[in-house]
Every structure is written in C-alpha cells, then in structure tokens.
C-alpha cells in the first residue's frame, strides 16, 4: 500500500509538473505573439500613416495643378469672349468699343 502511494504521489507530482510546464511554455508562446503582433501592428499603422500623406500630397497636388489650368482655361475664355464682343460690335455698329 505504501509504495502504491509513493507510486500516486510521483504520479501527481509528475502531472502537476508537465501542466507547469505547458503552462509556461503558453505564456511564452502568448508573450511571444503578443509582442510579434504589436510590432506588425506598429508597422502597419506606419505604412498607413505614409500611404494617407502620400494620398494627401498627390491630392493636394493635383488639385492644385486643377486648379491653375482651369484659372488658366477661363483667362483664355474671357479674352476669347471679349474679342467675339469687340467683333460683334463692330459688326453691328462698324466702329471698336
């Protein structure tokens, strides 16, 4: 009987001891993740970061170079306009505004 206790008790010892250790080794493995996804984590909201000042750039950019050709498009518009004016007046009354 006592050596069947003896025998019970390394059992337990032995059990409680591997669920120790798969215990530890989980709470590396989690440590482990935790800190890989931070860091992916860092990275991918760095890239984003640059990706939307980027974006904002060539946006800006762009609406900036839009913006000078369509100012550019209506200077040529009035000129053409007033010209087609002094023309049909002369037309009209033969004689320049």
Do not use: C, P, W
Request: aromatic share 8%; hydrophobic share 35%.
């Amino acid at each position: 009987m006592t050596a069947l206790m003896v025998r019970i008790r390394q059992e337990h010892r032995s059990i409680a001891e591997e669920v120790a250790q798969l215990s530890r080794e989980t709470h590396e493995f989690l440590s482990a993740t935790k800190a890989h996804r931070q860091e992916e984590a860092k990275k991918q909201a760095q890239q984003l970061h640059e990706f939307y000042q980027n974006l904002k750039q060539t946006t800006d950019d762009f609406l900036a170079q839009t913006s000078e050709q369509r100012m550019a498009q209506a200077k040529e518009q009035k000129q053409e306009l007033q010209r087609f004016r002094q023309d049909l007046f002369v037309s009209i009354f033969g004689t320049h505004i």
